[in-house]
């Protein structure tokens, strides 16, 4: 059993800065590639990030770009979202989500286990 928990939402002035956590248990985490995805109200479920296995290759959507940064930690099973100058369109649940593959993908599809999600607000 996969399980995927997220960590570090919250509530946020606009400009400022989160970083959320993903723990990973369950599977070996080293041979899977990780991503974030957000969904905020009203709105379907949308990428954010993605990390290959290794670490040495990321992707973002380009709403987040320069501003989100993923990274990941095989060591310890995790998984993080560093996101600065946050904005209002950011409010969503964010969820991570492991891939069976080394390399990253924007599909939600493409990814077979998911965690409950974390909330982030970001107000004006």
């Known amino acids: 059993q996969v399980q995927l928990v997220e960590s570090g939402g919250g509530s946020v002035q606009a400009g400022g800065s989160l970083r959320l956590s993903c723990a990973a248990s369950?599977?070996?985490?080293?041979?899977?590639?990780m991503g974030w995805f957000r969904q905020g109200p009203g709105k379907e479920r949308e990428f954010v990030a993605a990390i290959s296995r290794s670490g040495s290759s990321t992707y973002y959507a380009d709403s987040v770009k320069g501003r989100f940064t993923i990274s990941r930690d095989n060591a310890k099973n995790t998984v993080a979202l560093q996101m600065n100058s946050l904005k209002p369109e950011d409010t969503a649940s964010y969820y991570c989500?492991?891939?069976?593959?080394?390399?990253?993908?924007?599909?939600?599809?493409?990814?077979?286990?998911w965690g409950q999600g974390t909330q982030v607000t970001v107000s004006s």
């Open positions: 989500a492991s891939r069976p593959s080394s390399f990253t993908s924007r599909y939600a599809s493409d990814y077979d286990y």
């Open positions: 369950g599977r070996i985490f080293s041979s899977v590639a």
